[in-house]
C-alpha cells in the first residue's frame, strides 16, 4: 500500500498557504520512501495526477471555508470529499475536483482519499497566516503526522 500526503495552496494567499506549509513541515520529517510521499503540491491541480495515481491512500491538507470559526481544524473522508471540493475556495480546489475526477475516469483515484482542513480566516494577498490559522497550525499538522504514523505502522 502507498500514502501520498499532498499539500495544496498558495503561500501568497494567507492562509490559503496552511497545505503548502504542513506539507514543508512534514517533509522534514518523512523522507520519501517505496510507499510513502510527503509533498508540496502547490496550486499544480491536474499536473499532480501523476502522482495521485500513484497512491492507494490520498490525504490532501488544505484550507477549507465550512464557515467554522477560522482555524478550526476538520477532517473529511469517503463520498464527502466530492462534495467539499464543489464549494470553491481558490482556484486550486477547482483543480482537485478536476484531478479527482480524471483520476475516476481513468481508473487511477486512489482507493480512499482524505483531506484534512483548516478554517480560512482570510484568503488576501498576503504572505502572513491570520493569528487564529497560525495558531490552529499545530494541531493541523499534528492530525496529519498522525495519519502519516497510523499507516506506517
Not at 11 to 34: C, I, R
Not at 58 to 69: P, Q, R, T
Not at 129 to 151: C, H, W, Y
Request: hydrophobic share 50%; glycine share 10%; charged share 25%.
Amino acid at each position: 500500500m502507498k500514502l501520498l500526503v499532498l499539500g495544496i495552496g498558495n503561500l501568497v494567499m494567507n492562509d490559503d498557504a496552511v497545505g503548502v506549509l504542513a506539507a514543508q513541515e512534514l517533509m522534514k520529517e518523512f523522507p520519501s520512501t517505496d510507499t510513502l510521499r510527503v509533498m508540496d503540491g502547490g496550486t499544480l491541480g491536474l499536473d499532480l495526477l501523476v502522482y495521485i495515481e500513484w497512491a492507494d491512500k490520498l490525504v490532501i491538507a488544505d484550507a477549507v471555508d465550512f464557515g467554522l470559526e477560522p482555524g478550526t481544524v476538520v477532517k473529511v473522508n469517503g463520498d464527502d470529499i466530492d462534495a467539499v471540493f464543489e464549494n470553491r475556495l481558490s482556484a486550486h480546489q477547482m483543480g482537485m475536483k478536476d484531478m479527482l475526477a480524471t483520476a475516476e475516469l481513468m481508473g487511477v483515484r486512489p482507493k480512499e482519499v482524505v483531506l484534512y482542513g483548516i478554517q480560512t480566516g482570510s484568503i488576501e494577498m498576503d504572505m502572513t497566516l491570520t493569528p487564529q490559522v497560525e495558531a490552529g497550525m499545530p494541531i493541523f499538522v499534528d492530525n496529519l503526522r498522525k495519519e502519516i504514523t497510523s499507516f506506517l505502522q
